[in-house]
């Protein structure tokens, strides 16, 4: 019997996997067999799964999770930061996302200028809801409370989780009745 099942092998699954076996939870990863990592087709290689790997700067995810695991960040020449490290094409739009704020704001002017203030006002709403999902995970990284004291801990959860979701709620229908933004959302 376990406590965790973790399915998958993509960065998400093997991540779930080491922080539940991490939080001492008896934990098994489950992947299909023989699952290639890369399709080749008329002498081109492509991965399967072609997103770059982000987080890796200062205070960034996951530069947060190795430290967490113990497990240190090696400086290697051949990992290269990739700015804007995606970008989406649009029929109308282009947008190239940057790791830095500034940057991703700028893009985000030039793209949408009109509506600059919205974008800003949900980005920050995201961060700080972010900020909050995850000091109430570290604090109980096990959802379900053990304890009395936990349980009642959670509920007095609920009260900031309730008001966070409800002024995302608001922000987010505001970005949606944007014109320019309503079709990416």
Known sequence: MYDTVVIGSDLS??????????????????????VPYFYSDSDYTFNIDPLPWNGFGPKQVFLQLLSEV??????????LQLNPALQ????????DLYS?????????EREFS???KN???LFTVVSKNSELIDRLLRKNP???????????EFLGNIPILIS????????FKKIQETPSLKRFF
Do not use: H
């Open 114 to 116: 009109g509506d600059i």
């Open 13 to 34: 699954s093997l991540v779930a996997a080491l922080l539940s076996s991490r939080y001492g939870k008896k934990t098994i990863l489950l992947s299909e067999g023989n």
């Open 70 to 79: 113990e497990i240190p960040f090696v400086d290697n020449p051949n990992i």
């Open 119 to 121: 974008i800003k006002s």
């Open 88 to 95: 989406v094409i649009f029929p109308e739009q282009r947008i």
């Open 142 to 152: 096990y959802i379900r409370p053990k304890t009395v004291k936990e349980f009642f």
């Open 100 to 108: 830095e704020k500034e940057s991703f704001f700028v893009e985000m």
């Open 164 to 171: 966070n979701r409800l002024f995302f709620s608001r922000k």
